[in-house]
T-cell receptor
Framework: DAKTTQPTSMDCAEGRAANLPCNHS???????VYWYRQIHSQGPQYIIH???NNETNEMASLIITEDRKSSTLILPHATLRDTAVYYC????????????FGTGTRLQVFP | KAGVTQTPRYLIKTRGQQVTLSCSPI?????VSWYQQTPGQGLQFLFE???????NKGNFPGRFSGRQFSNSRSEMNVSTLELGDSALYLC??????????????FGPGTRLTVL
């Protein structure tokens, strides 16, 4: 599975968009980009995933560059409850439930 | 639909003892994975079970083992506990229905403290 690089921490004002970048320059053609987040002392929570097209759901948007070497998770209107560690993970599709977590980005949303 | 449940939520053991943790996946989910989270090593994959068979394994010593029952419930066991085994142990389940991705749903974890 490809390795990802994320900033260690980021701040965001409540109500503003939070843009969390992820670099995955060694991603291969059959690997998806997944985002999970972990609020303090809870289990990780799935947010969104994509292969090459931009994706949006009720929680967030995922923008993947055309060369697929990087992506950005966008929380359009951050709230205090979005304060968490956000993990960007790349893994191949199929029968492989092994997630390789990096160090993630600690997002702090402030009032 | 009930989420992934893990029991117990907190556990204190002493070095040399063994421990068994339990995980009940979401109804209908057939794959169960286990992860260890420590401040030093972060979230690390332990193993995954599907249809009562271990399908994937992480890089952990043989003291860590698991099994899955016919109802998809899973247990993991750690024998001869060491201080470094103190961690949050997380269980995740997924449908594994052959779709192009398998979204994993995590439980709240079991916090194990080894004294």
């Amino acid at each position: 599975d490809a390795k990802t690089t994320q900033p260690t921490s980021m701040d965001c004002a409540e109500g503003r968009a939070a843009n969390l970048p992820c670099n995955h320059s060694t991603i291969s053609g059959n690997e998806y980009v997944y985002w999970y987040r972990q609020i303090h002392s809870q289990g990780p929570q799935y947010i969104i995933h994509g292969l090459k097209n931009n994706e949006t759901n009720e929680m967030a948007s995922l923008i993947i560059t055309e060369d697929r070497k990087s992506s950005t998770l966008i929380l359009p209107h951050a709230t205090l409850r979005d304060t968490a560690v956000y993990y960007c993970i790349v893994r191949a599709a199929g029968y492989n439930d092994k997630l390789i977590f990096g160090t993630g980005t600690r997002l702090q949303v402030f009032p | 639909k009930a989420g992934v449940t893990q029991t117990p939520r907190y556990l204190i053991k002493t070095r040399g003892q063994q421990v068994t943790l339990s995980c009940s996946p979401i109804s209908g989910h057939r794959s169960v994975s286990w992860y260890q989270q420590t401040p030093g090593q972060g979230l690390q994959f332990l193993f995954e079970y599907f249809s009562e068979t271990q399908r994937n394994k992480g890089n952990f010593p043989g003291r860590f083992s698991g099994r899955q029952f016919s109802n998809s419930r899973s247990e993991m066991n750690v024998s001869t506990l060491e201080l470094g085994d103190s961690a949050l142990y997380l269980c995740a389940s997924s449908l594994d229905g052959g779709a192009s991705y398998n979204e994993q749903f995590f439980g709240p974890g079991t916090r194990l403290t080894v004294l």
